[in-house]
């Protein structure tokens, strides 16, 4: 059993930082990629940012530039460093981890941005 745990979400004014971290604990032997998906109200969960167990990233266009994911294989977390935020990244954030062939999610974390 793998259990993800998000931490770091919060409130926070446009222009803002955030920064989100995730451990994974349980039977692990090896992450490969990691990722860290949101879901704002009313709307379909959608990828924010992935990085793979080479530290190979990716992020959808909104969020270039602004965001930084990152990830300790050491202690089996992975990080989303959230910069210059804006009210439409106002979601609940979830990260995920991929071993072997199951995908595991964390519970979620809110990120607000107020106007």
């Known amino acids: 059993q793998v259990h993800l745990v998000e931490s770091g979400g919060g409130l926070v004014q446009a222009g803002g930082s955030l920064r989100l971290s995730c451990v994974a604990s349980g039977s692990i032997f090896r992450i490969n990629a990691m990722g860290w998906y949101r879901q704002a109200p009313g709307k379909q969960r959608e990828l924010v940012a992935v990085?793979?167990?080479?530290?190979?990233?990716n992020y959808i266009d909104s969020v270039k530039g602004r965001f930084t994911i990152s990830r300790d294989n050491a202690k089996n977390t992975v990080n989303l460093q959230m910069n210059s935020l804006k009210p439409e990244d106002t979601a609940v954030y979830y990260c995920n981890a991929n071993i072997f062939t199951t995908t595991y999610w964390g519970q979620g974390t809110q990120v607000t941005v107020s106007s």
């Open positions: 990085i793979t167990s080479g530290d190979g990233t």
